[in-house]
């Protein structure tokens, strides 16, 4: 089964509009933690965000939330006010405590275009 | 200061030769990794090295061997290239592989095309 799993391909968004890209996972450990991470076409990854499993708030940085719902298994990202730089592929991952601790899981990536 | 760096960024070689991709953090990480980003941007672990030690070894052919000279270097090499090897290549660190909430710091990623 797909650990990380983002269903969204491809996605456009006009400028200043907020953006949610989703992200399910999969996991029986009950300790994780979930990231976000963005990759412009210069090719490099860039981290945006971290949620923990027993973390009570959604996290935040800046324009970027994790929208995070622990029963669905849901760790979708929320971009507001989006701008032009902004278009990037954002690829989900997850880490697990209990189990091969030190390997992340990536979902596909969404492909986030943003127009003016 | 670059934090991860890997050379060449551009590899181009044909078919049957070797190659090696370095890799070097300056951020004390105990931790480095190979990843491999294949054409359809999927991101797949090859190697993970803690400390110089080996701890994940994906389902990679052998033609693939990781070399850790110390914890702030892991290069890739690669024997018989093959034209299936062509992809993005990415070295990246993290701080403590048994702390959760540390991420992965990536290098620029090596896009490696074999003719």
């Known amino acids: 089964a797909q650990k990380i799993t983002q269903t969204q391909p491809g996605m456009f968004v006009q400028e200043k509009e907020a953006v949610t890209l989703d992200c399910t996972y999969d996991?029986?450990?009950?300790?994780?933690?979930l990231f976000w991470y963005k990759q412009p076409s210069s090719g490099e990854m860039i981290f945006l965000i971290y949620?923990?499993?027993?973390?009570?708030q959604n996290a935040t940085e800046g324009r970027y939330s994790l929208n995070f719902q622990k029963a669905r298994k849901s760790a979708n990202l929320v971009i507001s006010a989006s701008q032009l730089g902004d278009s990037a592929m954002y690829f989900c991952?997850?880490?697990?405590?209990?189990?091969?601790?030190?390997?992340?899981?990536f979902g596909s990536g969404t492909k986030l275009n943003v127009k003016p | 200061d670059t934090a991860v760096s890997q050379t060449p960024k551009y590899l181009v070689t044909q078919m049957g030769n070797d190659k090696s991709i370095k890799c070097e953090q300056n951020?004390?990480?105990?931790?480095m990794y190979w990843y491999k980003q294949d054409s359809k941007k999927f991101l797949k672990i090859m190697f993970s090295?803690?400390?110089?030690?080996?701890?994940i070894n994906e389902t990679v052919p052998n033609r693939f061997s990781p070399k850790s000279p110390d914890k702030a270097h892991l290069n890739l090499h690669i024997n018989s290239l093959e034209l299936g090897d062509s992809a993005v290549y990415f070295c990246?660190?993290?701080?403590?592989?048994?702390?959760?909430?540390?991420?992965?710091?990536f290098g620029s990623g090596t896009r490696l095309t074999v003719v």
């Open positions: 990246a660190s993290s701080q403590d592989g048994q702390v959760l909430n540390y991420g992965y710091t």
């Open positions: 996991t029986s450990d009950p300790s994780y933690g």
């Open positions: 949620q923990g499993s027993y973390d009570q």
């Open positions: 991952a997850m880490r697990e405590d209990l189990y091969n601790f030190n390997k992340f899981y």
């Open positions: 951020l004390g990480h105990d931790t």
């Open positions: 090295y803690n400390n110089k030690e080996l701890i």
